[in-house]
Nanobody
Framework: QEDLLESGGGSVQAGGSLILSCTTSQDIYRRNCMGWFRQVPARAREGVARIHTRTGGTDYADAFRGRFTISRQNPKNTIYLKLDNLTPDDSGTYYC??????????????WGQGVRVTVSS
């Protein structure tokens, strides 16, 4: 059983929206902070957004602030990333991450398998 099960990736036209979800097999409160990262070819995996699973406090990387929204639904042990007003530059593989040290992007305790987002112009 996958620890972090992601869904919601796909193809969308520029200006569109997607919602990514990540469900943990563990009690979400045990995951400390969780977040989303993005990776594109030839570049390092970069932090997008993170959320404190208990307080709901959020933080965003500057490049994604304003268009992307991270949230959680604790009874479902699930976090979400809503991506709005997408551009082709937002394409990439988005990874769910758990057991982050809150306030930091790294280290990451656990990665999801990644979901592909493709935005066409």
């Amino acid at each position: 059983q996958e620890d972090l099960l992601e869904s919601g990736g796909g193809s969308v036209q520029a200006g569109g929206s997607l919602i990514l979800s990540c469900t943990t097999s563990q009690d979400i409160y045990r995951r400390n902070c969780m977040g989303w990262f993005r990776q594109v070819p030839a570049r390092a995996r970069e932090g997008v957004a993170r959320i404190h699973t208990r307080t709901g406090g959020t933080d965003y990387a500057d490049a994604f602030r304003g268009r992307f929204t991270i949230s959680r639904q604790n009874p479902k042990n699930t976090i979400y990333l809503k991506l709005d007003n997408l551009t082709p530059d937002d394409s990439g593989t988005y990874y769910c991450a758990a057991d982050l040290t809150c306030g930091q992007w790294y280290p990451v305790g656990r990665w999801g398998q990644g979901v592909r987002v493709t935005v066409s112009s």
